[in-house]
T-cell receptor, first 114, second 114 residues
Framework: KAGVTQTPRYLIKTRGQQVTLSCSPISGHRSVSWYQQTPGQGLQFLFEYFSETQRNKGNFPGRFSGRQFSNSRSEMNVSTLELGDSALYLC?????????????FGQGTRLTVV | AQSVAQPEDQVNVAEGNPLTVKCTYS??????LFWYVQYPNRGLQFLLK??????LVKGSYGFEAEFNKSQTSFHLKKPSALVSDSALYFC????????????FGAGTRLFVKA
């Protein structure tokens, strides 16, 4: 069974640009969550999607957005990039059928903003 | 609002000794608690979870965790540490009142010395 796939693995962008990150969940999983990981802040919750609907949102500015497609694949977009957006972005998928299921994480996309 | 605290940035232990990584949480309602481990340049891997029932939960790689409702804690333990256990450990909580979003602690880096 294939795991969670995130593309690209590494990305270098210039301040002011925008970026789109992709996440393909485990087959059959309907919930996808996104996290930002930085050395000082740990994992910060961005948002969670279930069946193409945003179910939860973290405390990030509107520059951060996402969506989920009918096949459960998800994309995350960051517009007007800032230096502080440099981080590892992790995607996690779960069955999403209840509150008790653990999440399966991809290896992440490391974004560097210069 | 739900939150998770991992009071130690780093834990050092000698191989063969018992280890404990601490976690406390704050949540309204019943918590669902998780531990994940992250190895270098990898995504997070699920270790164990507490949903209900026995307060002592056993997980992967010989790890276990004890749920203490009165102290709102969920400490991770292992009777005998291995050098290969050296990694970054995250505690997480998920609750109905948080809309089922999973909130992670800042992480604790475990160093096991041979």
């Amino acid at each position: 069974k294939a795991g969670v796939t995130q593309t690209p693995r590494y990305l270098i962008k210039t301040r002011g640009q925008q970026v789109t990150l992709s996440c393909s969940p485990i087959s059959g999983h309907r919930s996808v969550s996104w996290y930002q990981q930085t050395p000082g802040q740990g994992l910060q919750f961005l948002f969670e999607y279930f069946s193409e609907t945003q179910r939860n949102k973290g405390n990030f500015p509107g520059r951060f957005s996402g969506r989920q497609f009918s096949n459960s694949r998800s994309e995350m977009n960051v517009s007007t990039l800032e230096l502080g957006d440099s981080a590892l972005y992790l995607c996690a998928s779960s069955l999403g059928l209840g509150e008790v299921t653990e999440a399966f994480f991809g290896q992440g996309t490391r974004l560097t903003v210069v | 609002a739900q939150s998770v605290a991992q009071p130690e940035d780093q834990v050092n232990v000698a191989e063969g000794n018992p280890l404990t990584v601490k976690c406390t949480y704050s949540v309204s309602g019943n918590p669902y608690l998780f531990w994940y481990v992250q190895y270098p340049n990898r995504g997070l891997q699920f270790l164990l979870k507490y949903i209900t029932g026995d307060n002592l939960v056993k997980g992967s790689y010989g790890f276990e965790a004890e749920f203490n409702k009165s102290q709102t804690s969920f400490h991770l333990k292992k009777p005998s540490a291995l050098v290969s256990d050296s990694a970054l450990y995250f505690c997480a909580v998920r609750a109905l009142t948080g809309g089922f979003k999973t909130i992670f602690g800042a992480g604790t880096r475990l160093f096991v010395k041979a």
